[in-house]
T-cell receptor
Framework: GAGVSQTPSNKVTEKGKYVELRCDPISGHTALYWYRQSLGQGPEFLIYFQGTGAADDSGLPNDRFFAVRPEGSVSTLKIQRTERGDSAVYLC???????????FGPGTRLTVL | SQQGEEDPQALSIQEGENATMNCSYKTSINNLQWYRQNSGRGLVHLILIRSNEREKHSGRLRVTLDTSKKSSSLLITASRAADTASYFCATATKTSYDKVIFGPGTSLSVIP
């Protein structure tokens, strides 16, 4: 079956612009995670969804970041008023349930000029 | 502060040798996972070990967990050039086990 997919694979934007990053999890996976990874570092937890609800958004760095998963499948990470420090690879992962291995997508590389 | 940290930061070995990476963490865990990331590619799950387990195997991989020392190790036996990658440990704590925290990783180079 298909794995986790993320679109776009690359996004270049200007400082101050709004961006949306999309994640399509593996069908049937109820748990969905967003991470951010900078060069040479491990993934940094942003937010976790169980079904449609954000069960833990404690990793979102500030209120410019927001994520939704309205139907319990596809999720969108939204970043307002982008800053150069937001440049990173944004990773999405899904899991059949909490407390299980996670299946990662290829990531979206965001570059803020 | 980091929940988990891998050691060493970088490791270079000859093909055929064994590679050992360690992970130390601070807070009591529900489970600990190891992931591999090849250059420019996504993360791949290797092994999940729960807090009540001490050792798990998967092919050439062996993971141990010592909860009294708050540490885990990943052993790769008979390494191959294709094992060249970054390896991360990730922990889910007992109080917040939905929030999986990754360490900074160990960069492994296997020289043919």
């Amino acid at each position: 079956g298909a794995g986790v997919s993320q679109t776009p694979s690359n996004k270049v934007t200007e400082k101050g612009k709004y961006v949306e990053l999309r994640c399509d999890p593996i069908s049937g996976h109820t748990a969905l995670y967003w991470y951010r990874q900078s060069l040479g570092q491990g993934p940094e937890f942003l937010i976790y969804f169980q079904g449609t609800g954000a069960a833990d958004d404690s990793g979102l760095p500030n209120d410019r970041f927001f994520a939704v998963r309205p139907e319990g499948s596809v999720s969108t990470l939204k970043i307002q008023r982008t800053e150069r420090g937001d440049s990173a690879v944004y990773l999405c992962a899904s899991s059949p349930r909490l407390d299980n291995e996670q299946f990662f997508g290829p990531g979206t590389r965001l570059t803020v000029l | 502060s980091q929940q988990g940290e891998e050691d060493p930061q970088a490791l270079s070995i000859q093909e055929g040798e064994n590679a050992t990476m360690n992970c130390s963490y601070k807070t009591s865990i529900n489970n600990l996972q190891w992931y591999r990331q090849n250059s420019g590619r996504g993360l791949v799950h290797l092994i999940l070990i729960r807090s009540n387990e001490r050792e798990k195997h998967s092919g050439r991989l062996r993971v141990t967990l010592d909860t009294s020392k708050k540490s885990s190790s990943l052993l790769i036996t008979a390494s191959r050039a294709a094992d060249t990658a970054s390896y991360f440990c990730a922990t889910a704590t007992k109080t917040s086990y939905d929030k999986v925290i990754f360490g900074p990783g160990t960069s492994l180079s296997v020289i043919p």
